[in-house]
C-alpha cells in the first residue's frame, strides 16, 4: 500500500531552527536511541565515546562544502545570484550547472559579471528542471573554484537567515564545514550535518578507543533538502548523487571488525547504493550514482548505526531515519514522530546547526 506523505509531517516552532551552531561543535545535544530496548537517552556530543565500542567503524562522508552563491551584475546593473551545483566533464572550458535568479530574465545568450571583475559569465544553455549550463571567464583563467574560495557565499540552508550574503561569512566557512572534509574534494552544495559536531580532538578520544575511520564520497546536491512534493512517496522523483568509495573502505563494509557506524544520511545512501549492486568488493575504487531512494520498509544491508540530525518535515532524509528505526517495517514512522515530539518538548535545535542523534 502506497505511504501517504502526509505521513513525514510534523510541525516545528520557528524557534528551535538552529540559526548558529553551538559554542563548540561537540557541545551539541544528542539524542540516543536504543532499538532493542526502544528506550532513549539525552546526552551531550561529547559523550559518543560511550556509546562506541572497540572495533566499530565509523563512515563519513569527507565531501567538502564550495563556496556556492555568486553574486553578480547584468550589463543593465540588474543583480545577479549564480549558484553553483556542479562543474561540467569538459576539462578545457570552466562550464558549469547552475542555479540563477531572476532565472526567467537570464535566457540563452544573458552575461553577467561580478562587480569586482573576479569572474565573467554566459548563459549557453537552460534545461527543463530550471538549471543552467553557464560558461565561466576569469583573469588569467584562475580555476573558478578558487575565485568562489575568495568572493563566494557560504552555502547556507533557506531557514538559516543572514541579514547580508557578508554576515558571518568567516565563522561560517569554518562551522559549515567538517572538519575531515578532503579540500581535494570541493564537490558539496550542502554539508554532510551529521559530522559537523565532531572535533579533532573527539576523533583522538575515539581512534585512542580502537575506534576506526573510512571515508566516503557522496556529490551533495540539492535535491537532497527537495521536499516531496507528491501525495505519496513512492511518487517522488528521487534525485541522483555521484559517489566515490575506495577499496579499502569497500572491504570494511564487507568484513567489519565492528558495527558500521554511518554518520548521516549521505554515507548511508552511499553505502546501501553501493551494496545494492555488488556482493563482494569491486577489484578497485567505484565512482557511480546514487539511484536509491530509502523508505519504510527496507531493510539495511551495510549500517548498524546512525548518527544523524533532525531533518525536514516531508523529507527523504526523514524517510530514511523512519526506516531504519524499524528495518523491514513501517512502524518507524509513528516512532519517529514521537521522537520527534520529544526533542521539541525538551527544545532541541533542529536541522543543519542544530544537535544530533545517535540511532543504535
Same mark, same amino acid.
Given at each position: 500500500?502506497?505511504?501517504?506523505?502526509?505521513?513525514?509531517? =510534523?510541525?516545528? $516552532?520557528?524557534?528551535?531552527?538552529?540559526?548558529t $551552531? +553551538?559554542?563548540?561543535?561537540?557541545?551539541?545535544?544528542?539524542l540516543?536511541?536504543?532499538?532493542?530496548?526502544?528506550?532513549?537517552?539525552?546526552? *551531550?556530543?561529547?559523550?559518543?565515546?560511550?556509546?562506541?565500542?572497540?572495533?566499530?567503524?565509523?563512515? *563519513?562522508?569527507? +565531501?567538502?562544502?564550495?563556496? +556556492?552563491?555568486?553574486?553578480?551584475?547584468?550589463?543593465?546593473g540588474?543583480?545577479?545570484?549564480?549558484?553553483?551545483l556542479?562543474k561540467?566533464?569538459?576539462?578545457?572550458?570552466?562550464?558549469?550547472?547552475?542555479?540563477?535568479?531572476p532565472?526567467?530574465?537570464?535566457?540563452?545568450?544573458?552575461t553577467?559579471?561580478?562587480?569586482?571583475?573576479?569572474?565573467?559569465?554566459?548563459?549557453?544553455?537552460?534545461?527543463?528542471?530550471?538549471?543552467?549550463? /553557464?560558461r565561466?571567464?576569469?583573469?588569467?583563467?584562475?580555476?573558478?573554484?578558487?575565485?568562489?574560495h575568495?568572493?563566494?557565499?557560504?552555502?547556507?540552508?533557506?531557514?538559516?537567515?543572514?541579514?547580508?550574503?557578508?554576515?558571518?561569512?568567516?565563522?561560517?566557512?569554518?562551522?559549515?564545514? @567538517?572538519?575531515?572534509?578532503?579540500?581535494?574534494?570541493?564537490?558539496? /552544495?550542502?554539508?554532510?550535518?551529521a559530522?559537523?559536531?565532531?572535533?579533532?580532538?573527539?576523533?583522538?578520544?575515539?581512534?585512542? +578507543?580502537?575506534?576506526?575511520?573510512?571515508?566516503?564520497t557522496?556529490?551533495?546536491?540539492?535535491?537532497?533538502?527537495?521536499?516531496?512534493?507528491?501525495?505519496?512517496?513512492?511518487?517522488?522523483?528521487?534525485?541522483?548523487?555521484? =559517489?566515490?568509495?575506495?577499496?579499502?573502505?569497500q572491504r570494511?563494509?564487507?568484513?567489519p571488525?565492528g558495527?558500521?557506524?554511518? /554518520?548521516?544520511?549521505?554515507? /548511508?545512501?552511499t553505502?546501501e547504493?553501493?551494496?545494492?549492486?555488488?556482493?563482494? $568488493?569491486?577489484?578497485?575504487?567505484?565512482?557511480?550514482?546514487?539511484?536509491l531512494?530509502?523508505y $519504510?520498509?527496507?531493510h539495511?544491508?551495510?549500517?548498524?548505526?546512525?548518527?544523524?540530525?533532525?531533518?525536514?518535515?516531508?523529507? @527523504?532524509?526523514?524517510?530514511?531515519?523512519?526506516?531504519?528505526?524499524?528495518p523491514?517495517? @513501517?512502524?518507524?514512522?509513528?516512532?519517529?514522530?514521537?521522537?520527534?515530539?520529544?526533542?521539541?518538548?525538551?527544545? =532541541? *535545535?533542529?536541522?543543519?546547526?542544530?544537535?544530533?542523534?545517535?540511532?543504535?
Amino acid at each position: 500500500m502506497p505511504l501517504a506523505t502526509d505521513l513525514f509531517d =510534523y510541525s516545528l $516552532p520557528d524557534r528551535l531552527v538552529a540559526q548558529t $551552531p +553551538a559554542s563548540r561543535r561537540d557541545q551539541s545535544r544528542l539524542l540516543v536511541i536504543d532499538r532493542k530496548t526502544h528506550s532513549i537517552e539525552h546526552a *551531550r556530543f561529547s559523550d559518543i565515546p560511550r556509546f562506541l565500542k572497540n572495533g566499530d567503524t565509523l563512515f *563519513r562522508n569527507n +565531501a567538502a562544502v564550495l563556496p +556556492a552563491r555568486l553574486q553578480a551584475l547584468r550589463p543593465s546593473g540588474g543583480h545577479v545570484e549564480c549558484f553553483l551545483l556542479r562543474k561540467t566533464d569538459n576539462p578545457q572550458a570552466q562550464i558549469w550547472h547552475c542555479l540563477l535568479r531572476p532565472g526567467k530574465r537570464l535566457p540563452k545568450g544573458a552575461t553577467f559579471a561580478h562587480e569586482g571583475n573576479a569572474f565573467s559569465a554566459e548563459v549557453i544553455e537552460k534545461a527543463g528542471d530550471g538549471t543552467a549550463l /553557464v560558461r565561466f571567464t576569469t583573469p588569467k583563467n584562475e580555476a573558478l573554484e578558487s575565485v568562489a574560495h575568495r568572493v563566494g557565499g557560504v552555502p547556507l540552508p533557506p531557514y538559516i537567515l543572514r541579514q547580508d550574503s557578508s554576515d558571518m561569512r568567516d565563522s561560517d566557512l569554518e562551522r559549515y564545514q @567538517t572538519v575531515y572534509a578532503d579540500t581535494r574534494r570541493h564537490v558539496a /552544495v550542502a554539508a554532510p550535518t551529521a559530522g559537523l559536531h565532531f572535533t579533532p580532538e573527539l576523533l583522538r578520544e575515539l581512534a585512542s +578507543a580502537s575506534v576506526r575511520f573510512q571515508d566516503l564520497t557522496l556529490h551533495v546536491g540539492l535535491g537532497t533538502f527537495k521536499p516531496i512534493a507528491t501525495d505519496t512517496i513512492e511518487g517522488h522523483d528521487i534525485h541522483l548523487e555521484t =559517489y566515490e568509495i575506495t577499496l579499502q573502505a569497500q572491504r570494511a563494509l564487507f568484513a567489519p571488525p565492528g558495527r558500521r557506524v554511518a /554518520v548521516g544520511t549521505t554515507s /548511508v545512501r552511499t553505502i546501501e547504493d553501493f551494496l545494492s549492486k555488488h556482493d563482494v $568488493p569491486s577489484p578497485g575504487d567505484v565512482i557511480d550514482e546514487a539511484s536509491l531512494f530509502i523508505y $519504510p520498509p527496507r531493510h539495511f544491508h551495510g549500517v548498524d548505526v546512525l548518527i544523524t540530525n533532525f531533518h525536514q518535515p516531508r523529507s @527523504t532524509l526523514l524517510c530514511l531515519v523512519s526506516a531504519f528505526l524499524t528495518p523491514g517495517s @513501517t512502524e518507524g514512522i509513528g516512532w519517529l514522530k514521537e521522537i520527534y515530539a520529544q526533542a521539541i518538548s525538551r527544545e =532541541y *535545535r533542529f536541522f543543519s546547526y542544530g544537535d544530533a542523534m545517535l540511532i543504535l
